[in-house]
């Protein structure tokens, strides 16, 4: 079993940076890939970021590319989503989720789901 805690949210101005977190317990963190969905007030959770086991491969969504950056640190049992040029539309609760079964990009794929992390952007 595998327990996942994120951390790092909070208000940020339009065009701010937050960094989130997501450490891991459990299962050994480099034997499985980690990925970051979001999911706004009234709409489904969706797909933002995911990196493979050793972090050598990372996937983004579009609406984020080029503006977040996945990272991991096996060693620290820890995924970093790091949120630069935030935008009113970034805003919702991050989930970070471990151990894709089938494609990364899909959120049923996932066995290990954190509580979430609220992130607001005001305008």
């Known amino acids: 079993q595998v327990q996942l805690v994120e951390s790092g949210g909070g208000l940020v101005q339009a065009g701010g940076s937050l960094r989130l977190s997501c450490a891991a317990s459990?299962?050994?963190?480099?034997?499985?890939?980690m990925g970051w969905f979001r999911q706004a007030p009234g709409k489904e959770r969706e797909f933002v970021s995911a990196?493979?086991?050793?972090?050598?491969?990372?996937y983004y969504a579009d609406a984020v590319k080029g503006r977040f950056t996945i990272s991991r640190d096996n060693a620290k049992s820890t995924v970093y989503l790091q949120m630069n040029s935030l935008k009113p539309e970034d805003t919702a609760v991050y989930y970070c989720?471990?151990?894709?079964?089938?494609?990364?990009?899909?959120?049923?794929?996932?066995?290990?789901w954190g509580q979430g992390t609220q992130v607001t952007v005001s305008s």
């Open positions: 989720a471990g151990d894709p079964s089938g494609s990364m990009y899909r959120d049923e794929t996932y066995n290990y």
């Open positions: 459990g299962r050994t963190f480099s034997s499985y890939a």
């Open positions: 990196i493979s086991w050793s972090g050598s491969r990372t």
